[in-house]
């Protein structure tokens, strides 16, 4: 099977480079309010789906949970593996395919790690996975991107040094996609890579829902918490509860 554009660029070194500017204070932020939300109890079993290195999993389990992240790139989770411990476990897991039911108390997709395969049939049977890992009163948190604010604000071409390495960037919308293109080169070697993330808005993810057996019960439009309004907020922070 023809590998896709997540499984070159989520693996490859130059990835963690190019965000290696990501800041854990907001990551950390966003836990921090989710976690006087929602109320979890001490001993509660939480899923950070397409986990990354784990920055969201460790914080947590910090926190005081009982953390299982996942993700599809293998050297990210071998880098989160490092950090494991009696309550901290990683794995390489495609969020279509979860091994778990019934065992989650939270289900966590954060950081717009949601939108990445190509047909809503995915990301239909992505939500549906989800569903069934979580508890019959279990509670799913998506984090996405505001679809409005991106595109309208969308930067066509930018240039960021990195490590000394000069990416070139060239950002679009077709097909209902927000695209990325990144090119650079590195030891006299050319690379290329590119996003492909769906431009789901929420009326997305309410009929996505819909089809998924899921139905939301808050929206939140930024890592604080505040109400959702489509033109100005920078986040789609969608909490949701099986229907």
Not at 37 to 58: E, Q, T, V, Y
Not at 162 to 172: C, M, N, P
Not at 185 to 194: G, I, N, T, V, W
Request: aromatic content about 14%.
């Amino acid at each position: 099977m023809q590998r896709k554009w997540f499984q070159y660029w989520f693996n490859s070194p130059f990835y963690h480079i190019l965000y290696s500017q990501r800041n854990d204070e907001e990551a950390e932020y966003l836990i921090d309010n989710l976690s006087a939300f929602l109320k979890p109890a001490a001993n509660s079993k939480i899923l950070d789906i397409a986990c990354g290195r784990g920055r969201h999993s460790i914080y947590l389990n910090k926190k005081g949970y009982d953390v299982t992240g996942i993700d599809l790139s293998e050297q990210s989770i071998k880098y989160a593996q490092q950090f494991e411990q009696k309550n901290l476990h990683f794995f390489v897991h495609d969020m279509r395919k979860l091994a778990f039911i019934n065992y989650f108390d939270i289900a966590l997709n954060l950081f717009t790690s949601f939108g990445y395969f190509e047909t809503e049939k995915d990301h239909v049977n992505a939500l549906k996975s989800f569903r069934k890992g979580i508890k019959t009163d279990g509670t799913l948190v998506i984090d996405y991107f505001n679809t409005q604010k991106i595109i309208k604000n969308l930067t066509n071409q930018e240039i960021k040094t990195i490590e000394g390495i000069e990416f070139h960037l060239h950002k679009f919308v077709s097909d209902g996609k927000i695209i990325k293109h990144i090119n650079f080169e590195h030891k006299d070697k050319a690379h290329a890579f590119e996003e492909r993330v769906q431009a789901f808005t929420l009326e997305d993810f309410q009929r996505m829902f819909e089809k998924s057996g899921l139905q939301i019960q808050h929206i939140f439009g930024s890592y604080g918490l505040d109400a959702f309004d489509e033109t100005k907020s920078d986040r789609l922070i969608l909490v949701c509860n099986k229907a």
